[in-house]
């Protein structure tokens, strides 16, 4: 079976025994009257969740054409730090349904020269799209989710060699086809709540342009691919 395959049923199936499990735990543990004492009530209207962490790239940026390599996503781009917002609406106390918009800053991997001697790299990745996440226990301090989201992704790398003044880019975009989501909220009152969450995406660059020595080039990706990206980090949300 295919590894990414195993990768990513793991995580909803964890996502999802844990949610399940701490559910039955809670139920178990204390009576309703007393966690509705202690916890928040459940809310419903707007929320706005701040997110970040570490990214990690898998898979392949682009695919090899006429007989040239493929580049792995990890020499593209190593490595990122993401910060992205979620707004949007609790319809009822369990469905979250909003937009999302991201900025991941980090350095420039092999395939574009970085990592030689007087070289600087620099990367940057824009994300934006929908999604929607179940809340299993809305009304309870902490809250485990689930969530999906599908939107559009854009990555470049900035090279500087030797000093110089003049900076090459390469940058690629496509569609994000998904963003797995999971995590728990730490509800710590009516207006705050923070707690640990991961995001698996599975996307595909279909569009390329460069700029090297002041010539731009633009078109699109000769031979397409998939690449993920695993995120795991700290969310605070506003209003949980």
Known sequence: MNPKLVLLASFVAAATTFASGRALAQTAERPVE????????????FQLALRTG???PMGTAIGGANGA????MSKFVPFQVPFVVDIGWKFIPNLFVGVYAGLGIGGGGDANG??????TCASASLRGGLLAEYNFLPDRKINPWVGYGIGFESTGVGVQANGSSNTDTYALAGWDFAHLMAGADFRLG??????PFADFSIGQYSKSSTKIAGVETTGDVATTALHE????GARGTFFP
């Open 34 to 45: 007393e966690s509705s004492q202690e916890a928040p009530p459940a809310s419903t209207g």
């Open 54 to 56: 570490a990214a990690i």
């Open 190 to 195: 009516r207006v705050f709540g923070i707690g």
């Open 69 to 72: 390599p493929s580049t792995d």
């Open 229 to 232: 990206w695993l995120t795991l």
């Open 114 to 119: 970085c990592g030689q001697g007087g070289t």
